[in-house]
Every structure is written in structure tokens, then in C-alpha cells.
């Protein structure tokens, strides 16, 4: 069993972000995206698959949330998600695109996010509803 601490996947996560774009911010309504290149090393790999690396489903959703913490300046905690979709898989070396198109319902936070690759493939995509606590 791999342990990976949310910190450290965090810490990875950081150094895998290319370029992260805040392109609407109001008050009920948030919309960013951010580009990723997973390098081999990336611990998101560890232990999936050895010799046919793929990044995991979790991972790739935590990198949803790694990218709604940055956008918002705080922490949140997903509190559910819904009609996900993974269509392809992401391995080392890949350039990948997360969207997230978020709207404001008092203390949560939802609507639509995607990871897709720079020829707009979705790779995958989902509804998502986030809670917010202090970090």
C-alpha cells in the first residue's frame, strides 16, 4: 500500500503546475483553469502501474481540488461528486488542461470541471460540489 499524505501530493502537485488562469471571479460565480505536465517522478504515478504508469482516477480529483484551493485562496473538501467520466488516461509526460466552472450556493460551491488535452480531448470530466474550511 502507497501512503501519500496530502501535503506531499500537494507539494508534487505545485511543481507540476504550469500556468493556472483565473478567468471570472465574482461573487457567485468562478471560473479557472490551469495547465499540468506530470512528469515520470510525479508520486501521482507511484504504484500505478509499475512499468505502465497511469495516473490514478483519485489523483486526477485531487487535482480538481488542488486547482479550486488555488483559485479561491483557501481549503475546500469536495462534499460529493457526480456523472464523472474518465474517457482516457494520463501518463508521464502528458500536458493536461483542468477546467472549472464553479457557481456560489451559500457555504458550497458547485458546478463543472474537465481535464482535457491541449487537441481538446476530454480525458475527463464531472460535476462536483465543494465545502470550504480553514487551512
Known sequence: MIDIKKDSLYEALAGCCLQL???GKEELQLETSADFLFPADFVGFA???PGNPILPA???LAVV???MERALGQGVVPAFYQKIKFKGQIRPGDLVTVKIAIKNHGVKRGGKFSLSRPDGETIAGGLVEFAFFDQ
Open 21 to 23: 488562469r483565473l478567468t
Open 47 to 49: 504504484g500505478h502501474f
Open 58 to 60: 483519485i489523483v486526477q
Open 65 to 67: 481540488r488542488f486547482l
